[in-house]
């Protein structure tokens, strides 16, 4: 999967800003302050995209340009320049330019041109901030939801993340059928805004079980739960989820659309993952959070999970690790 980047720009500022961009979005980034130090280091980093800046003081934007594209014919290169001048613009693209940006276009404007240059970056492995950020998040999440629980049951109740995996779809299909090859619960929610995707919980059958007996009582299997039973579930799983994308929209300062749960119990995980894919077809990433639900004193094992586009999971990282 396409990643590298070549940053190109004589301001040590600018070229900061953009790497912290690109990197917490998961490419790899190598920088040069200048078009002379780029051309001579260009077969060491061999990168899948380069930017660069049109003012720059060892060579002219437009040369560096030129002499790029001479020897790299197939490598997109993105123009990000302060100067836009729609004579400045077509300059760049005489000169080999694929797309041209100005340096004051929003950071998701950015993302989004990377991406439809070379593709999503590789987000299976997080650094130690995003990993970090992300299991602060959802704990302020858990907290606030095992806050909401404890009123509604009477009774303590903890939540805390102690896991965070961010997979492909197709990994997410291979999570299930070694992790969880079969589940008690899904509760799935749709969401819409500037981010949009799939909010799931899901908990393994003897889970499900437990917080069904814990709630509620009885013996009842999961194949014969009564339609009040079902219900104890599906508002456990609302709580929690209404939670998590709650703290999601506070974290972003947006409004996130929310839509009606729905919930399936008694599925095969391959099952599972194929319900929640069809909600988000164009989806091709998932953030799947390990967590431990403590009521009283039974503790039981969930997983939350969002399915997301990845320029929406690349600028949640973004905006979490800024």
Same mark, same amino acid.
């Given at each position: 999967m396409a990643g590298k980047v070549l940053i190109i720009?004589?301001?040590?500022?600018?070229?900061?800003?953009?790497?912290? $961009?690109?990197?917490? #979005?998961?490419? @790899?980034?190598?920088?040069?302050?200048?078009?002379?130090?780029?051309? !001579?280091?260009?077969?060491?980093?061999?990168?899948?995209?380069i930017t660069v800046d049109l003012l720059m003081p060892d060579m002219d934007?437009?040369?560096?340009?030129?002499r790029l594209r001479a020897r790299r014919p197939s490598v997109p290169i993105l123009t990000y320049s302060a100067d836009v001048q729609r004579a400045t613009?077509?300059?760049?693209?005489a000169a080999g330019a694929s797309r041209f940006l100005s340096k004051t276009?929003?950071?998701?404007?950015?993302?989004?041109?990377?991406?439809? $240059?070379?593709?999503? #970056?590789?987000? @299976?492995?997080?650094?130690?901030?995003?990993?970090?950020?992300?299991? !602060?998040?959802?704990?302020?999440?858990?907290?606030?939801?095992?806050?909401?629980l404890s009123v509604l049951l009477e009774r303590p109740c903890l939540l805390k993340v102690p896991k965070v995996e961010v997979m492909t779809t197709a990994g997410l299909r291979a999570f299930f059928e070694?992790?969880?090859?079969?589940?008690?619960?899904?509760?799935?929610?749709?969401?819409?805004?500037?981010?949009?995707g799939v909010a799931a919980l899901v908990l393994p059958p003897?889970?499900?079980?437990?917080?069904?007996?814990t709630l509620w009582g009885g013996e009842s299997e999961l194949a014969r739960l009564s339609p009040t039973e079902q219900s104890v579930l599906s508002e456990a799983g609302n709580i929690i989820l209404n939670a998590a994308l709650a703290t999601l929209g506070n974290q972003l300062q947006v409004r996130l659309q929310v839509g009606i749960p729905q919930m399936s119990v008694n599925l095969s995980g391959p099952t599972a993952v194929s319900s929640l894919l069809r909600l988000l077809p164009g989806a091709a990433w998932a953030v799947v959070f390990l967590s431990s639900l403590t009521i009283?004193?039974?503790?039981?094992?969930?997983?939350?999970?969002?399915?997301?586009?990845?320029?929406?999971?690349?600028?949640?990282?973004?905006?979490?690790?800024?």
């Open positions: 720009d004589d301001s040590a500022y600018a070229r900061h800003r953009l790497k912290a $961009l690109l990197s917490h #979005a998961g490419y @790899t980034v190598a920088e040069a302050e200048g078009g002379r130090v780029a051309l !001579e280091m260009l077969d060491a980093v061999d990168p899948d995209l934007g437009l040369e560096v340009i030129r613009q077509e300059q760049a693209f276009e929003p950071t998701d404007k950015v993302l989004e041109a990377v991406c439809e $240059l070379i593709g999503p #970056a590789d987000l @299976t492995t997080l650094s130690d901030l995003q990993l970090d950020a992300f299991t !602060e998040l959802m704990n302020i999440a858990m907290g606030q939801a095992a806050q909401a070694c992790q969880v090859p079969a589940v008690g619960t899904l509760v799935q929610q749709r969401f819409s805004g500037p981010l949009e003897i889970h499900a079980l437990l917080l069904v007996r009283s004193d039974t503790e039981l094992i969930t997983y939350l999970i969002l399915i997301m586009p990845q320029a929406d999971v690349a600028r949640l990282l973004t905006r979490l690790t800024r």
